[in-house]
């Protein structure tokens, strides 16, 4: 297939949020679409759209973002603006996408996974050991409020939403003694500087996609997907396969208490998953590993068998 290759005068549109994480994963997109077609940048035009998880009001209020409404908050009107042409693609963070996506979409291509890690974030040392039982952890995470209590159910926990640099300004106003934020996001805005000690999976199991950016397209826009194959990484595609997968067994979105992580070592895919109740009063974890090319399936056997396991009453205090 010959592509038809964007120019400067007729661009191809790229979709994101406006947070100065999400504008760096649209210009890392960018890059990486003009290094492989050795094309000028301005043959790929930036396109900023204001989502509804973004409404300022609503960041300011600290209100959670399941009163909000929980699918689709960073994604929605950046899909509808894909449906109605105004650009071509959508570049999101993966932790933030539903695992289904709207009629005329799919997610086709993936971009190399950044480190998968949560980092706590503090001026009081170097860890959860460091703080004291009654201390405030700010977090606008379901997933990690429920790990943070069901390890340290002594502590306290506030609403702190916001991007990076708005969680970190209410951190040196004393709104918490500490926070918690993806390394990735760190790693992309290039910010060393911040306080952080990361945390091992093994101690905080990550949020299902997270460090991962993907990029949406129209279904029927075949010289788009011809231009992502480019830039597509298949090893990130194979770990989401098994991540989403699991997420999708359990019927959760980017609120829901759950994490997950799959891993590739030689042809084998270990995945890791973890459930808990929204107050870290219970956890239920299992881990399996089966063949890459059956990572999906080993996603929604072992997201199936959480959930028996956990029975219906446990899902109740996550809205499944």
């Known amino acids: ?69 929980n699918k689709g908050l960073f994604t929605k009107e950046i899909e509808e603006a894909m449906l109605q042409g105004q650009i071509d693609i959508g570049v999101h963070s993966m932790k933030d996408m539903p695992v289904v996506q709207p009629d005329g ?32 952890v700010g977090t606008s995470s379901l997933r990690r409020k429920a ?7 002594g502590l306290r926990v506030v609403e702190f939403r916001g991007n990076v640099q708005t969680r970190l300004r209410k951190l040196e106003e004393g709104v918490a003694k500490a926070t918690f934020l993806a390394m990735a996001g760190l790693n992309r805005l290039d910010m060393a500087d911040v306080p952080k000690t990361p945390i091992a999976p093994e101690d905080m199991l990550p949020a299902v996609a997270q460090g991962a950016i993907g990029i949406e397209r129209r279904i029927d826009d075949t010289n788009t997907a011809g231009l992502l194959e480019a830039i597509h990484h298949a090893e990130t595609a194979q770990r989401l396969a098994a991540e989403r997968a699991f ?33 870290g009063s219970e956890a239920l974890s299992d881990a399996r590993t089966a063949p890459i090319e059956d990572g999906a399936e080993l996603g929604r056997e072992m997201g199936a068998a959480l959930r028996a396991q956990a029975g219906e009453g446990f899902f109740d205090f996550i809205g499944a």
Do not use: W
């Open 1 to 69: 297939m010959t592509l038809n290759l964007p120019t400067p005068a007729s661009p191809l549109r790229i979709g994101t949020r406006g947070s100065p994480l999400a504008l760096a994963q649209a210009h890392e997109t960018r890059a990486r679409l003009s290094r492989a077609f050795d094309l000028p940048e301005e043959a790929f035009e930036i396109v900023v759209i204001q989502t509804t998880g973004d409404n300022r009001r609503m960041i300011e209020a600290d209100r959670p973002l399941k009163e909000i409404g």
């Open 247 to 279: 997420l999708g067994a359990l019927d959760g979105s980017c609120e829901t208490p759950i994490a997950g992580l799959a891993e590739i070592e030689g042809g084998q895919i270990r995945l890791r998953g973890e459930i808990l109740r929204p107050d």
């Open 105 to 136: 979409l799919c997610l086709s291509c993936f971009l190399p996974r950044e480190d998968v890690r949560d980092a706590f974030v503090s001026h009081q040392g170097d860890g959860l050991t460091a703080l004291a039982d009654g201390d405030v």
């Open 147 to 153: 790990q943070l209590l069901h390890r340290r159910p």
